[in-house]
């Protein structure tokens, strides 16, 4: 009996973790392929800033290696990008030609950082920072340059930072909010978080935005212009001003999309062949950037892949993690949130704790 066929386009860990739970519900169900167009197994992307600075390695991050692909019969393309759907013939085309059929198919392609629309943009030097390539572009950087610019004072942007200076570069961190991860935290919060990475070395120009990234005359950026006219010299600049879902295969499919490929509860789209998961999805309105929620959605998924067929993905919490050497922030709900807001800094000079309360609930902590 030949068994029908499961493609995953998208070797990270959205579609990693929805094969485990389909392994573990119906082990035998499925001829499993898997698409990747980066050349590594499945690893931890939330682990990529450890690795920035120099806390691990990527060896380290690996979450299910070469043996575990072959141990449980799953064909891993690698550095095969998938550039084609054809719903109508039920197939995904590689750009090397490479084709394989589906009865199933789960696209996982994840998000790109976005770059902002202005002069230089494209300029060598200028990075993304999720993924392993940009992880290590920045790492070879630091080796023989010094001047950093990082481009948004998110978690991303935070993170980047830090691993950088720790790699002994000069850093800058431009973010157009007046204070640090806004929309996560109230602003006495964010200015506290602001003191403790200035003690680190790292410089701020907050509220204000970035004009232009500056041509050294070879291709390559050498500063960063401000708005207002301030000019930052820059080797290396980190975008990480948000991020932007991958759903140009989906749209080319004829799938339904806005700022996401449209699932139901189910992680169904409009197609029910076709399943979407992770940051590429939009679930109600939203997509998720963070681990755990993706993790849920994997369950739901697998559920469904696995013909049970009774599970409901319903949305997840907001919570937000920053973890740096000497500085954890851990920000749960929506903020900020109308209603009554108290504080409570205790003692401790290292803790706050803020609760938002609306008709008495709690409805966010920092």
């Not at 090397?96 to 943009?121: M, Q, W």
């Not at 697998?302 to 954890?328: C, D, Q, V």
């Amino acid at each position: 009996m030949n068994k029908p066929r499961l493609v995953v386009i998208g070797n990270g860990m959205a579609g990693v973790r929805t094969l485990e739970e389909v392994l573990r519900l119906a082990p035998d169900h499925y001829r499993i392929t898997v698409f990747g167009a980066e050349p590594h197994p499945n690893y931890n992307r939330a682990l990529l800033s450890p690795v920035l600075a120099g806390e691990q390695s990527f060896e380290e991050i690996i979450l299910n290696d070469l043996a575990w692909y072959t141990d449980n019969g799953i064909e891993l393309l690698l550095g095969r990008n998938v550039v084609k759907i054809d719903r109508q013939r039920r197939q995904v085309i590689a750009e090397d030609g490479t084709c394989a059929g589906y009865d199933r198919l789960v696209i996982a392609t994840g998000s790109t950082p976005s770059r902002l629309s202005i002069p230089g943009n494209r300029l060598d030097g200028v990075v993304g920072y999720r993924d392993i390539a940009g992880a290590r572009a920045m790492i070879e950087t630091a080796r023989s340059h010094s001047h950093a610019v990082v481009i948004g004072g998110g978690l991303l942007g935070l993170e980047a930072a830090n691993g950088l200076k720790q790699r002994g570069m000069d850093v800058t961190v431009v973010h157009l909010a007046e204070w640090l991860l806004e929309k996560q935290l109230e602003r006495p919060a964010g200015e506290k978080l602001l003191r403790a990475l200035q003690a680190r070395g790292i410089r701020f120009r907050l509220g204000t935005a970035t004009e232009e990234l500056i041509d050294n005359g070879d291709g390559r950026v050498c500063a960063v212009q401000l708005q207002g006219g301030e000019i930052i010299t820059a080797d290396l600049v980190v975008m990480a001003a948000g991020i932007t879902p991958n759903t140009a295969l989906a749209e080319a499919a004829g799938l339904p999309c806005r700022h996401g490929i449209l699932v139901d509860d189910t992680l169904q789209t409009y197609d029910p062949r076709i399943y979407a998961i992770g940051e590429c999805a939009n679930h109600r309105g939203i997509s998720y950037g963070l681990v755990a929620p993706v993790m849920e959605q994997a369950k739901v998924c697998a559920n469904h892949l696995a013909m049970l067929g009774f599970a409901r993905y319903l949305g997840s919490p907001a919570e937000t993690r920053l973890k740096l050497a000497g500085i954890e922030m851990l920000g749960v709900g929506d903020a900020p949130h109308p209603g009554q807001v108290q504080g409570m800094p205790g003692a401790c000079p290292l803790h706050e704790w803020q609760i938002e309360l609306a008709s008495g609930e709690v409805v966010a902590w920092t």
